[in-house]
């Protein structure tokens, strides 16, 4: 486990309430959307793609508050469709997974989770995958990081 400070940037996002099975079909549908968006709009695009998680759920039942998003470099006067957000530093426990999606949560979030309770962190309920090296769905190999907020 990696204690991090993410960098402040400004990104374009929209927002779901889903299941974690439903991720992929949401992430593929938006990230079209927000793609065409940056492109439309003559945006730099300024990081990669980052999912946002509140209140991620330990099953695959339970909905949640999930958002994909893009950094952009100087939206200055942005005023399309989608929500450009300002993400602020955050202080964050992280772990890189770099492996297949099917182990994400297994192999990927478990051991952070575990290493997080094992320590005096307290988790502030958002989490977040940066997609490092996304090689297309069904891929057998990704670098994604994961990354939960801590509160102290």
């Not at 974690?20 to 079909?25: A, R």
């Not at 990230?31 to 730099?44: K, P, S």
């Not at 952009?72 to 772990?95: C, F, I, K, N, T």
């Not at 502030?124 to 907020?149: L, T």
């Amino acid at each position: 486990m990696n204690i991090i400070e993410t960098p402040d940037m400004w990104v374009l996002c929209m927002r779901r309430r889903l299941r974690i099975p439903e991720i992929g079909q949401a992430a593929a549908e938006c990230a079209l959307v927000i793609d065409g968006e940056i492109r439309g709009r003559g945006l730099a695009v300024s990081g990669p793609w980052t999912f946002i998680a509140h209140g991620l759920p330990k099953d695959g039942r339970t909905p949640f508050d999930w958002q994909i998003c893009r950094p952009v470099a100087e939206p200055r006067g942005y005023d399309g469709p989608l929500e450009l957000r300002h993400l602020e530093p955050a202080v964050m426990a992280s772990r890189v997974h770099q492996r297949s999606l099917r182990t994400l949560f297994t192999q990927g979030y478990a051991p952070l989770v575990a290493e997080i309770e094992m320590s005096r962190h307290v988790l502030s309920g958002e989490s977040r995958e940066v997609y490092h090296g996304w090689n297309g769905p069904g891929a057998p190999y990704h670098r994604i990081e994961i990354q939960f907020g801590l509160s102290r």
